[in-house]
């Protein structure tokens, strides 16, 4: 019996991928259902056959395959966390007494509409995973994969789970610039991608959870704060963690039918490499985002390519932006030196990746509860004085957010020029100089054999200086591209980092209201305005730990941008000139 | 009485010249019509008042005030040179006896319909001169003013007639670049003005009456022919001519209603400065292309402003273009030597001027009797070979039209992008770094007034490469525009004068069934062959000169171009280098 399913989302195929690409409404026939991984195979109404994410057709029949749990797109199976720890207050004044998992998010939910997505700048305000796949064009594969990113309850091993580099970062665009090459600049999302829905700590009354909460962390998790020179700093280590990723192989399962790129990642400290696929990568950067998010912002993954071509350049330009966001990852103290980065990093085998795996998936310090780690050696701040320093904050990431984006604009022009019209133009000049040559040459009069043969010199000089001209962004404009992009990824993550703060401040303000509505008591106040302090240091922490890495960053970025650009003037200003010592004088 | 008058043609004022637009068909008042100079007072019916040339408006009533002539546009008042040695064979085979001036056109008109401009392979055949005057829309004075350039037996007195930079040539194409500056390349008619109806000798049947003609030119003015290492070259002057184009002043006339610009030329031999308007370079244009058009390329004289708009640069360009013109003609050793080019350079004063005027104007020398003064010292050419010649020269001045009007091509379209988008984006680049500093300096952490000292630095040095950028088309590319624009004016020449060489060969390949129906006789005939071959020699000395010249023009701008190319990118080099050591070394 031939089985019909609905397509009900475009999916554009990946060439080389064994993908077929089918449009909503299409009719497909279901001809291999036992594929696993969330794909099945099917064929299209011209007879085409290829694999498509099970989750976006619909059998016309009711039918669950064997092993398979038919879950929805819009289903959000995301991890469970034991809540147990949740007995702050909420809305209702109720403290949350649910510690299964079963759906405690309703009473926060409820609070959160509109949430602090509010304090986002960026233009297009960042949809929740699940809620984007169907609807952006621009993302070609499955996002939110229901089997993916299981809860740590799920048997499925995601080891061995089939479909390759999911992303579930919601970029906000990525395009193909005119000259073909994979455009830098707009391409990074300009928010973490925190939902808000997810978790309890990034409601709108999020910081509560931790402001009142009970639980303290054991010692060994504490992440203190010293005061140095610049004034509130993290721990940093005496060496500072790197890695090199490196080597990009591709790796086929389920008999070929599908591929994938491993990367090595050697860390600095131990040397030994390990390997890992996109889609770890993006388990981990989940993990950081739900551990850390509320207190570090944690830029997005690069983004997932749009289409297969220029497969080579775009698994050159993945890895040097995965390159990127790692050895950012490993500058960041607090991040370096957390056990799931260190597992990504160091991890021995498969059975000590499953391990750990699983451990942190369950691990409870998330969201808010971060804070609870976070000890401030220096007295408390009054939350006046929070509050000016968070707004200067807010206003610092605010406008230098606005500065790399005119530089990402203007480089972005820039690149455009550089490798499309320029060039074009250097490469016309060279050929009518050469073609006056060739003229010249056919004149038949004596004697100009040295014009001629200077012409086409110089002619030929314009045709390198084109080369020169259109190879030139790589060599630097990319870098400075880079980097802006890294920081306007950074920048995205601030206004929900801030407005968790913000949202803890006015929670703060309404202390003697609470107070006398009974609500709170008046020691829950001051243990309020306690942590609104330790949650400030943490603030300013980062900030001095963002300044910081800026000022090197861009102190290296535009000197090697300036040295490669005076390389490039020098080196033409000398093909010139050896074409000009070419004419004869007269 | 208030004196109506018709405007029968557009004419569009000259900004701050007293002149006053007017459309064709409107009504005008007629407020002074003693202004006197081929120009009236009007007033329109918005009650603006100005000068408009009073050809361009017909009275309503029978008028006619004293002094004026009353022309009419059409009328073609040229110089009518005496005719008495036009007894050479003319189509009807009646020797045309008319030696009066009255009408001896009408003879040769009926057989230069179509006439050689077929050669002409430029895309848009000029007009004569009175032909076009009204029907462009980008001659905004007057053309062919009847009271200009009279017929030598005229009594108006030139030296003080009144408007200024009267244009005769027809300039195909005359725009404002993008950026405001007067446009390089296609400014430059590509042919010579010569108008067909205007002489005999350049009528179809025109080379005949050199070829058949009794007249032999005393010996003073004849012109050698010596053959040297190259093949066939002029007898060339052993100190070369050359003269300064300086000085522009304006004047002004009829009591400052019209003004005019007055340069200042001083020639190497006397070393004595004269004064000429623009006019008069015309009427020596005018001369040269009469006497010299049928053997030597007249190249147009400077683009006649289109507007009054940058008048400043505007005078500058033209006295550019008119010291080009006029080292042009000085380097010819058969123009600088002729009487009416010294009489331009070294006449004493205004009656020497007005005597050598008339003069010149009735030189019989003219068309294409000029080779009746060339005499090669060289064995007579066999008609093929004179072909053959020919044919490679026609091919050879195509081929180099082509290349250079590509070089202008490009080269304008790379002037527009140096001085309009590109600069805006280095500074747009300079700018967004400024900014970025400017942010930076406010994040309030301590130790980064290094990095922004550093960043403003080299925001700045990218809005000195913007107007270094800017610049740089004047200092360097436009002197090659200017070579190359010249070279498109002389090539434009070619198709004129190689048409005389054309139908004087297929003259003399009739020249045995002429014999056979007894319109010439076997002398005749050879004297053809004879005079074929001179002509030969002077195309092939007038090529040895064009070649000449070519490598030197083009080894010159070459060079200056890529001097002037190896100092901009050097000094970029420079600036940027400088900006790059203000980054701290990390």
Known sequence: MALKAQVLYDFTAEPGNNELTVKEGET?????????????????????VGLVPEDYIELSKAFQGAGTTAPTPSGGNVASPDLSFFDAFAPSSTPAQASNGNDPWSVWNADSSGGSNN?????????????????????????????????????????????DDKSTAGYAESELGESGAIQRGGTHSSSMKISLNKFPGFSKSGPELYLLCKQIAKDKDKLPIYVGEVGPVWAYPENQLDCIVADPKKGSKMYGLKSYIEYQITP???????????????????????????????PSLPDK?????????????????????????????????????????????????KFGKRKAEKDETVGVMIFTTIEPEAPELDPLEVEKKCEQFSRFTKAMDD?????LTVGNEHWKRCTGPLPKEYQRIGKAIQNLSSVFTSSGYQ???????????????????AQLVAEQPKKDLHFLMETNNEYKGLLGCFPDTIGVHKAAIDKVKEGDKLVATNKITTQDKSTMAKRLSTMSYSLQAEMNHFHNNRIYDYNRVMQLYLEEQVKFYETIAAKLKHAHSQFTTM
């Open 305 to 353: 390519q749009v289409t297969g071509r220029f497969e080579e350049e775009f698994i050159k330009m993945r890895m040097e932006r995965l390159q990127g966001w790692m050895s950012r990852m490993c500058r960041h103290p607090v991040v370096s030196s957390s056990d799931v980065f260190q597992l990504f990093l160091t991890y021995k085998d498969e059975k000590d990746w």
């Open 119 to 163: 304090n986002n700048w960026a233009s297009k305000p960042e949809g929740t995973q699940t809620g984007r796949s169907a609807a952006d064009p621009w993302n070609s594969v499955p996002q939110g994969h229901p089997q993916a990113y299981q809860g740590p309850g799920a048997e499925f091993d995601e080891w061995d789970d089939e479909w």
């Open 28 to 48: 497909v026939t279901i001809t291999n259902q036992s594929i696993g991984g969330g794909w099945i195979e099917a064929q299209n109404s011209r007879g085409e």
């Open 268 to 298: 600095s400290t131990t040397n030994r490499p390990v390997n890992h696929r996109y889609k770890h990568f993006d388990w981990l950067y989940e993990r950081l985002l739900d551990k850390f998010g509320s207190a570090i912002p944690i």
């Open 403 to 407: 500065g790399v984006k005119e530089i």
């Open 447 to 465: 004697g100009e054999a040295a014009l001629t043969d200077a012409l086409t010199a110089a002619g030929k000089t314009y045709e390198e200086i």
